[in-house]
T-cell receptor, first 111, second 113 residues
Framework: EDQVTQSPEALRLQEGESSSLNCSYTVSGLRGLFWYRQDPGKGPEFLFTLYSAGEEKEKERLKATLTKKESFLHITAPKPEDSATYLCAVQVGINTGKLIFGQGTTLQVKP | ETGVTQTPRHLVMGMTNKKSLKCEQHLGHNAMYWYKQSAKKPLELMFVYSLEERVENNSVPSRFSPECPNSSHLFLHLHTLQPEDSALYLC????????????FGNGTRLTVT
């Protein structure tokens, strides 16, 4: 069965304290792995797509990496505005638009 | 208006009511989606439309009925819902139903009493 698991469920950091979020997956035929950010009361906002093991992408203080079994979202020197829920999703199937989401990691960055 | 717009933002309905959720995208995308987000559970795909044709129905109960009249509009018709259907319903669009990233609306918070 296709499955996506994110850890930790919640993470509290001090401003400037770097850390990583984990997304492990078991799918038959990965078509792409996506990271989204969701703020309270809003829909998820797209951050990155990764397609193959060894691929990395960066945006400001965020860096996403991918292996054959998991992806990491590294947050370097976070700021309070980075506080949000981060969602990982994997695409399965061809041209089905089907994404399987993890439960998310809720990040709180304290000043 | 830009992006993906959902109305209403909040909806309270009784179990015997019939209501509809509306979604409109202004991005020129060809695929549209309905997702359900319940507390402490992952986002759950409900329906996928590509070029106005339904390509995925993720075993959703028949009390949820989608409609996609054109590539810019998507509806979710609700009838005879159960309290456990209370959730945030998110609409999304993407360039196609392949590996294009999703653009989400801000959702409709549905409460079934």
């Amino acid at each position: 069965e296709d499955q996506v698991t994110q850890s930790p469920e919640a993470l509290r950091l001090q401003e400037g304290e770097s850390s990583s979020l984990n997304c492990s997956y078991t799918v038959s035929g990965l078509r792409g792995l996506f990271w989204y950010r969701q703020d309270p009361g809003k829909g998820p906002e797209f951050l990155f797509t990764l397609y193959s093991a060894g691929e990395e992408k960066e945006k400001e203080r965020l860096k996403a990496t991918l292996t054959k079994k998991e992806s990491f979202l590294h947050i370097t020197a976070p700021k309070p505005e980075d506080s949000a829920t981060y969602l990982c999703a994997v695409q399965v199937g061809i041209n089905t638009g089907k994404l399987i989401f993890g439960q998310g990691t809720t990040l709180q960055v304290k000043p | 208006e830009t992006g993906v717009t959902q109305t209403p933002r909040h909806l309270v309905m009784g179990m015997t009511n019939k209501k509809s959720l509306k979604c409109e995208q202004h991005l020129g995308h060809n695929a549209m989606y309905w997702y359900k987000q319940s507390a402490k559970k992952p986002l759950e795909l409900m329906f996928v439309y590509s070029l106005e044709e339904r390509v995925e129905n993720n075993s959703v109960p028949s009390r949820f009925s989608p409609e996609c009249p054109n590539s810019s509009h998507l509806f979710l018709h609700l009838h005879t819902l159960q309290p456990e259907d209370s959730a945030l319903y998110l609409c999304a669009s993407s360039q196609d139903a392949g590996d294009s990233p999703l653009h989400f609306g801000n959702g409709t918070r549905l409460t079934v009493t």
